[in-house]
C-alpha cells in the first residue's frame, strides 16, 4: 500500500538535545512537507521540498533543518536551539507543483514530541 | 496570510447540518479541505480549484467564491463520524508560494447522538 511513514511515533527529549524525526513515502511524490501542530494554532509550515537537493523555509523553520537525499525521504532535525519544541510533528507529500483537481496532499501519522 | 476559518467550534445533533467558512486576505488558486481527529492525521476531503472545477466526498460539499476569496464546507446530514476538527488549506497563485498549503486553525465540529 503506498503511503507515508513517520517514525517514531512519540519522542521524548532532553532539552539541549538534538532529534531526527523520519519521513517516508511511498507515493513518488515530488514534494514533501514538514507542519508543526499546537493546540488551536492549526498547522504551520517549518520546511518544504520541492524535488530532491533542495529545500526552503516555511513559515517556522528557526531552530529546525531538513535533508532531501532521496526523493522518498525528508527527515527533520529538532535542533537545541528550538526553545519550544514540543508539539505534533506531520510530515506530508504532493504530486508535483501545479495544482490539479486531483493534486492533494497526504499527511503521514505524525510524531508526537516532548521535552523533559 | 493564514485564512480564517468560522466558526472556531460548533455542536449539532445527528441529522443536522452545519457550514464552515474559510476567508482569505489574498487571492486563492484553490482551496483544501482536511479533518482530523484527535492525535491522527488529517484526512483529506475536497479540493476547489479557481474555475468550479472540484474533488469531494459524496455526503459534504463546497463552494469556492474567487472574487469573495472565501470557501464553505457544507455537512448536511451529521453522523456521529463527522466529529474532528476541520481545515482549509489555501493555495495562492504560484509567484512565490510555490503550491504551498497555508492552514486555517480549525473549526471543531463535535455531533452528539
Known amino acids: 500500500d503506498g503511503g507515508i511513514t513517520q517514525s517514531p511515533k512519540y519522542l521524548f527529549r532532553k532539552e539541549g538535545q538534538n532529534v531526527t524525526l523520519s519521513c517516508e513515502q511511498n507515493?513518488?511524490?515530488?514534494?514533501m512537507y514538514w507542519y508543526r501542530q499546537d493546540p488551536g494554532q492549526g498547522l504551520r509550515l517549518i520546511y518544504y521540498?520541492?524535488?530532491?537537493?533542495?529545500?526552503q523555509k516555511g513559515d517556522i523553520a528557526e531552530g529546525y533543518s531538513v535533508s532531501r537525499e532521496k526523493k522518498e525521504s525528508f527527515p527533520l532535525t529538532v535542533t537545541s536551539a528550538q526553545k519550544n519544541p514540543t508539539a505534533f510533528y506531520l510530515c506530508a507529500s504532493r504530486n508535483g507543483l501545479a495544482a490539479s483537481s486531483y493534486n492533494e496532499q497526504f499527511f503521514g501519522p505524525g510524531t508526537r514530541l516532548t521535552v523533559l | 496570510q493564514q485564512p480564517v476559518q468560522s466558526p472556531q467550534a460548533v455542536i449539532l445533533r445527528e441529522g443536522e447540518d452545519a457550514v464552515i467558512n474559510c476567508s482569505s486576505s489574498?487571492?486563492?488558486?484553490?482551496v483544501h479541505w482536511y479533518r482530523q481527529k484527535h492525535g491522527e492525521a488529517p484526512v483529506f476531503l475536497m479540493i476547489?480549484?479557481?474555475?468550479?472545477e472540484q474533488k469531494g466526498h459524496e455526503k459534504i460539499s463546497a463552494s469556492f467564491n474567487e472574487k469573495k476569496q472565501q470557501s464553505s464546507l457544507y455537512l448536511t446530514a451529521s453522523q456521529l463520524s463527522y466529529s474532528g476538527t476541520y481545515f482549509c488549506?489555501?493555495?495562492?497563485?504560484?509567484?512565490?508560494?510555490?503550491?504551498?498549503?497555508?492552514f486555517g486553525k480549525g473549526t471543531k465540529l463535535s455531533v452528539k447522538p
Open positions: 521540498s520541492q524535488i530532491v537537493n533542495d529545500f
Open positions: 476547489l480549484l479557481k474555475g468550479g
Open positions: 507515493l513518488n511524490h515530488d514534494a
Open positions: 488549506g489555501t493555495e495562492r497563485n504560484y509567484g512565490g508560494s510555490q503550491g504551498n498549503l497555508i
Open positions: 489574498k487571492a486563492l488558486y484553490s
